[in-house]
T-cell receptor, first 113, second 117 residues
Framework: GESVGLHLPTLSVQEGDNSIINCAYS??????FIWYKQESGKGPQFIIDIRSNMDKRQGQRVTVLLNKTVKHLSLQIAATQPGDSAVYFCADLRGGTASKLTFGTGTRLQVTL | GAVVSQHPSRVICKSGTSVKIECRSL??????MFWYRQFPKQSLMLMATSNEGSKATYEQGVEKDKFLINHASLTLSTLTVTSAHPEDSSFYICSASPGQGAPETQYFGPGTRLLVL
């Protein structure tokens, strides 16, 4: 069935290094993607989004790359900090208006000192 | 801006009782609110979508008589877990959408931890 999934359940990165979190999606009709950060016991926090007509978008210390050919999405975090430790989810929004979000399985990012 | 609150943040109840969880959009009017459930170390699963003044739309496998949703105003939606059982213990998260922009953004609440004994 249709799904949005992640390759790695846990990623350990040393402070200061760059982090790359990957996500694969299966629905070629997906037109909008979002990355969320969820800290323990809290709700998801919006990080960055990208539309399907783009292949790259940059924010503050974060970059999202979209490869529609292989249905792959990645989140790059530059100069990873301890405060970046959390679970990261990609999500897919279809239809463009008040549509349902489909979340991937999540990747836990552990930042080591 | 775009703050969503939930109350309570944590609740412990006895099996068989009902629990009401509130979701409020504090600084915007939410045309649509969504309710998610998240089990430990798992992803968020959409339970239902509610629009102000109309019946909620439930996802497949979610019992509408067990999870009652009321979206009585543009700033408040409630989820009532009726006759709760231990297997209903979970983290319940709501999100709210102002209904503007394309695509429409969802703002998430902080979640409610439910423990049924």
């Amino acid at each position: 069935g249709e799904s949005v999934g992640l390759h790695l359940p846990t990623l350990s990165v040393q402070e200061g290094d760059n982090s790359i979190i990957n996500c694969a999606y299966s629905n070629s009709a997906s037109d909008y993607f979002i990355w969320y950060k969820q800290e323990s016991g809290k709700g998801p926090q919006f990080i960055i989004d990208i539309r399907s007509n783009m292949d790259k978008r940059q924010g503050q210390r974060v970059t999202v790359l979209l490869n529609k050919t292989v249905k792959h999405l990645s989140l790059q975090i530059a100069a990873t900090q301890p405060g970046d430790s959390a679970v990261y989810f990609c999500a897919d929004l279809r239809g463009g208006t008040a549509s349902k979000l489909t979340f991937g399985t999540g990747t836990r990012l552990q930042v080591t000192l | 801006g775009a703050v969503v609150s939930q109350h309570p943040s944590r609740v412990i109840c006895k099996s068989g009782t009902s629990v009401k969880i509130e979701c409020r959009s504090l600084d915007f009017q939410a045309t649509t609110m969504f309710w998610y459930r998240q089990f430990p170390k798992q992803s968020l699963m959409l339970m239902a979508t509610s629009n102000e003044g109309s019946k909620a739309t439930y996802e497949q496998g979610v019992e509408k008589d067990k999870f009652l949703i009321n979206h009585a105003s543009l700033t408040l939606s409630t989820l009532t877990v009726t006759s709760a059982h231990p297997e209903d213990s979970s983290f319940y998260i709501c999100s709210a959408s102002p209904g503007q922009g394309a695509p429409e953004t969802q703002y998430f609440g902080p979640g409610t931890r439910l423990l049924v004994l």
